[in-house]
C-alpha cells in the first residue's frame, strides 16, 4: 500500500508530467529573471513576464490553462467549470483584463499620468520622427504577407514595430486573438530589452561626429497649451480614428488629471497604484501564456523574428528623420533622439540620452528625446487605429 502511494505520488508530480517544451521555456524563464535582476533590463516589466512564465511551465501547477483560451476566443464555459480535467486557476481569471482589452486601456491611461507632452509642444517637429519610427510596421506587414500570414494577422505582428506593449495587445485581441500570446511576449520582451537592440544600430546610422551634437533647451511651454494638447489630440483622432479612441483617450485622460492641476489625487493613483497594480497582472499572464505547447512552434518562431525585424526597422527610421532633421537645421538636431521614435516610454529616451553621454558627457539629450518619444506613443496608437479600420472585421 505504502509503495502504491508514492508510486501514484510520483506519477502525479510535476517531474513526471514534464513536456521538454516545457523545461525549454523554464530555461528561457531563468535567462530573463537573470537579466531583470543582475542587468536590470527593465525589470518592473521583464520580471513579472519571466515568472509568469515560469508559473504556466510547471506542470500540473494549475495556475493558467490555455484550453480556455484556445482559438483566440474565451471559453466561457471551460472558464465556469470547476470540474473535470480543467478547474480555472488564478491566472485564468487575470487574463480575461487582457482579452478584453481592459489592461491596455489602463496602462494607457497610467501612461498619460506620468508623461509630459511639453518637449513634444515646444518642438512640434518631433513628430515626424515618431511617425518614421513607424516604418517598421509598414515593413514587417509586407514581410508577414509574404510568409503567408493573413492582412489581420500581418498587422498585429508588424504593431510589435511600435515598441508598444499595451498596444500591440489591443489590436491583437481584435485582428488575430490566436495570436495573441506570442504577439505579446515579443512586443513586452523587445521592449525591455531596448537597451541591447539599440545602440548597435545607432552607432551604425548616425556618425561619430553627430553623436556629440548637443541642443539648446527648448522654449517653456504655458499650462494653457498642456490642458488644450490631450483635449484637442483625442477630439481630432478620434474623429478622423474613430478605432484609436479607447487607446488615445485613455492615454489624454490620464495625462489631463496631471496637467489640469485639479485632480492631483487621480493623477497620482493613475501613476502610482493603478499603473503599479496592473503592470502585475498585465505582466505576470503575458508570461503566462508562453507555454511550452503553445510557445514552441514554428509560427511562433516566425513571429519573434519578424517582431525583431519590425523593431529594428522602426529604430532605423526613426534615425533616418533624425539624420535629416540634422541636416536641415544645419546641425542643431542630434541625430540620435530618433531612436527615442519609438513609443517605448521613457526607456527608449533613457537609451539616446544613455549614447549621446558616451560621446559627449556633457550633453543631456533625455527631455530632448522626450519629444519624438511620446510622439512614438500617439504614432503607434494612430497605426493600430489605422490597421484595425482598414484590417478588422
Known amino acids: 500500500m505504502f509503495i502504491d502511494a508514492l508510486k501514484n505520488l510520483w506519477e502525479s508530480s510535476g517531474i513526471m508530467n514534464m513536456d521538454w517544451r516545457n523545461l525549454v521555456m523554464l530555461l528561457v524563464s531563468f535567462v530573463l529573471i537573470f537579466l531583470a535582476i543582475k542587468k536590470e533590463f527593465e525589470p518592473l516589466l521583464l520580471l513579472p513576464i519571466a515568472f509568469g512564465m515560469l508559473l504556466s511551465n510547471l506542470p500540473l501547477a494549475g495556475v493558467y490553462h490555455p484550453a480556455i483560451f484556445e482559438g483566440g476566443h474565451v471559453h466561457w464555459d471551460l472558464l465556469g467549470a470547476f470540474e473535470g480535467d480543467i478547474v480555472p486557476g488564478i491566472l485564468d481569471y487575470i487574463y480575461l483584463g487582457v482579452k478584453l482589452s481592459l489592461f491596455p486601456c489602463l496602462i ?102 553627430l553623436r556629440t551634437i548637443k541642443m539648446t533647451q527648448t522654449r517653456k511651454v504655458s499650462k494653457v497649451e498642456k490642458i488644450c494638447f490631450p483635449v484637442i489630440v483625442t477630439v481630432v483622432c478620434t474623429l478622423l480614428l474613430p478605432d484609436v479612441g479607447p487607446l488615445l483617450g485613455m492615454l489624454m485622460l490620464g495625462n489631463l488629471f496631471k496637467e489640469s492641476g485639479v485632480t492631483n489625487r487621480l493623477s497620482e493613483t493613475a501613476e502610482n497604484a493603478i499603473c503599479n497594480t496592473v503592470t502585475i497582472m498585465l505582466g505576470v499572464t503575458v508570461g503566462a501564456t508562453a507555454t511550452g505547447e503553445n510557445f514552441i512552434r514554428l509560427e511562433t518562431i516566425k513571429i519573434v523574428l519578424l517582431g525583431l525585424f519590425a523593431f529594428g526597422f522602426a529604430t532605423v527610421g526613426g534615425l533616418l528623420i533624425g539624420r535629416l532633421m540634422c541636416f536641415l537645421t544645419h546641425g542643431k538636431i542630434n541625430p540620435l533622439i530618433g531612436s527615442a521614435g519609438v513609443s517605448a516610454v521613457p526607456m527608449a529616451a533613457r537609451v539616446s540620452n544613455t549614447e549621446g553621454q558616451k560621446y559627449n558627457p556633457s550633453n543631456f539629450l533625455l527631455m530632448h528625446a522626450m519629444g519624438p518619444n511620446v510622439a512614438g506613443v500617439i504614432g503607434s496608437a494612430v497605426a493600430a487605429g489605422v490597421l484595425l479600420s482598414l484590417f478588422g472585421a
Open 108 to 209: 494607457f491611461m497610467a501612461v498619460g499620468a506620468m508623461t509630459d507632452f511639453g518637449p513634444l509642444i515646444a518642438r512640434p517637429s518631433s513628430l515626424f520622427i515618431g511617425a518614421g519610427a513607424q516604418f517598421g510596421i509598414s515593413v514587417a506587414f509586407v514581410v508577414a504577407n509574404v510568409l503567408g500570414f493573413t492582412n489581420a494577422q500581418a498587422a498585429s505582428i508588424a504593431i510589435i514595430g511600435g515598441a508598444d506593449g499595451p498596444t500591440a495587445i489591443f489590436l491583437t485581441s481584435k485582428l488575430a486573438p490566436e495570436l495573441l500570446s506570442a504577439i505579446a511576449i515579443a512586443a513586452y520582451s523587445y521592449m525591455a530589452l531596448i537597451p541591447l537592440i539599440q545602440p548597435p544600430i545607432m552607432k551604425a546610422l548616425v556618425p561619430a561626429k
